[in-house]
């Protein structure tokens, strides 16, 4: 059965909800790693936090991480890429099929914006 994508606002948040939300996992924690990846100010914040969600058990939530590192490379044209580049193959082969897609989106992000 195929998966249904939809829409859902990303609103920036501050370093204090996001530490809230990771230690909770709450319902939202899906969206942790989008909004970090896109409004955060503070690159190495924002890669260790995406480093620790791309191997969280929840798929959608790790999937979200690795596309966020596609959006810090967009963002910030830089990237460790021996950090990134294992986590990113392995999302390739992924049981999770949003896993799968998001890991192939941040890499193609990843291999434009921020190259070896």
Do not use: C
Request: proline share 9%; hydrophobic share 40%.
């Amino acid at each position: 059965m195929a998966e249904h994508l939809r829409y859902e606002p990303i609103d920036p948040l501050s370093w204090d909800e996001v530490e809230e939300r990771v230690a909770t996992g709450g319902p939202d924690l899906h969206k942790v790693p989008i909004a970090v990846s896109l409004y955060a100010d503070d690159p190495a914040r924002a890669l260790e936090l995406l480093l620790t969600l791309a191997t969280h058990e929840d798929g959608t939530v790790r999937g979200n991480a690795l596309l966020g590192f596609g959006h810090l490379a967009r963002r910030f044209r830089a990237l460790p890429r021996e950090r990134v580049d294992p986590l990113l193959q392995a999302g390739l082969s992924d049981p999770h099929p949003h896993v799968r897609r998001q890991a192939h989106y941040g890499l193609a992000d990843v291999d434009h914006f921020a190259p070896h």
